[in-house]
């Protein structure tokens, strides 16, 4: 099983490596760097998923949260956490929020960017031009806290990998409130829609889900940092799609972490006669569905040239069900 996934891993990394070998970016700065500080070469990874040893916990852990996003945006968009954040240039200033005088707050953190997930019908072709990242304007954002519909518009942006200008927000989305009183606790989903469009007039519908309870009495509801809901208790779910009634077709974006910090990480190793490969995956999990997760580094020597590659855009991975 694990022979598959390699090799549909390996042909995802080749397809790419002609425009990947000897080339730098400021990924490489950002995850390198947290990397050679846990001392990844030298550790004994397996492919087993069992957990990594603390020297590269720290490593890895430490190359995501200081300059992984940073890197990601060609040379540190978001930075070391002090400096300001350097958003897109064609995202849209936190004013572009729209809702109420509202006692519940949505809290975005500067890092809350997330990639576009594989879809297991696509093929790896199809994956690689289905390429995208969303951002969010960091800042509070008022919530309602009474159960109803209402106008609404959360600032965020996309990039992809396409011809032209990926979609931008067009006018004043909704919201749907849905509340429970558990008693000491608030059960909550809110769904927020939003239609987009391109710059050649191309319909997109963003639909972001946000489920989980909190203790009565708490007024910030949810944090979204990039990151991936480590248990069900908390459920985020965003698409960007072309027909709103079905948002999970070929041509979607589903978007989830970019880097899945956190999760259990494996590494699949192949020797061939021109080199070797290393790819590291990172996967979280899920009761029934294929597990959410992402491909973040490949890594090895082909023709006697040594790669490392970790720009989300030149890893391209596409599983069969439960990433057999």
Same mark, same amino acid.
């Given at each position: ?22 080339? *730098? ?11 050679? %500080? ?28 200081? *300059? ?12 070391? &956490? ?17 809702? &109420? ?8 953190? !500067? ?26 304007? !960091? *800042?509070?954002?008022?919530?309602? $806290?009474?159960? *109803? ?19 931008? %927000? ?5 919201? $749907? ?11 909550? /989903?809110? +769904?927020?829609? /939003? ?9 997109? #519908?963003?639909? +972001? ?9 708490? $007024? ?44 259990? #990480? ?10 070797? +490969? ?30 490392? /590659? ?15």
């Amino acid at each position: 099983m694990r022979t598959n996934l390699c090799l549909v891993l390996i042909f995802g990394l080749w397809f790419s490596l002609a425009g990947c070998l000897g080339q *730098g970016s400021g990924s490489d700065a950002g995850v390198d760097a947290g990397l050679d %500080a846990g001392e990844m070469d030298g550790m004994n990874l397996t492919d087993d998923g069992e957990d990594l040893a603390d020297g590269f916990d720290g490593g890895f852990d430490g190359g995501f949260d200081g *300059g992984f996003d940073g890197g990601f945006d060609g040379g540190g968009d978001l930075g070391d &956490g002090d400096a300001e954040v350097e958003l897109w240039p064609w995202c849209p200033p936190a004013s572009d929020y729209v809702g &109420g005088d509202w006692a519940w707050t949505l809290r975005i953190s !500067p890092d809350a960017v997330y990639c576009a997930s594989f879809n297991e019908s696509r093929t790896l072709e199809q994956e690689q031009q289905l390429k995208a990242r969303l951002r969010f304007v !960091p *800042g509070d954002y008022a919530l309602p $806290t009474d159960n *109803g519909s209402y106008p609404f518009r959360l600032p965020i942006c996309v990039e992809w990998d396409q011809p032209g200008p990926a979609p931008v %927000a067009e006018g004043v989305g909704s919201l $749907t409130a849905t509340l429970n009183d558990l008693g000491d606790k608030i059960g909550y /989903q809110f +769904l927020i829609e /939003q239609p987009m469009r391109t710059e050649s007039g191309e319909s997109f #519908h963003y639909r +972001l889900s946000l489920v989980a309870q909190m203790p009565a009495g708490q $007024t910030v509801i949810s944090t979204l940092n990039g990151g991936f809901p480590e248990d069900f208790e908390s459920m985020v779910s965003q698409n960007l799609c072309k027909d709103p009634a079905q948002c999970w077709g070929l041509e979607d974006y589903q978007f989830a972490s970019c880097h899945f910090e956190g999760a259990t #990480h494996q590494t699949h190793t192949v020797d061939f006669d021109r080199g070797w +490969l290393r790819l590291h995956f990172m996967m979280g999990w899920s009761p029934a569905s294929t597990e959410p997760a992402a491909f973040v580094r490949g890594e090895g020597v082909f023709d006697g040239v040594g790669f490392d /590659q970790t720009d989300y855009y030149h890893l391209i991975y596409n599983p069969e069900h439960h990433h057999f």
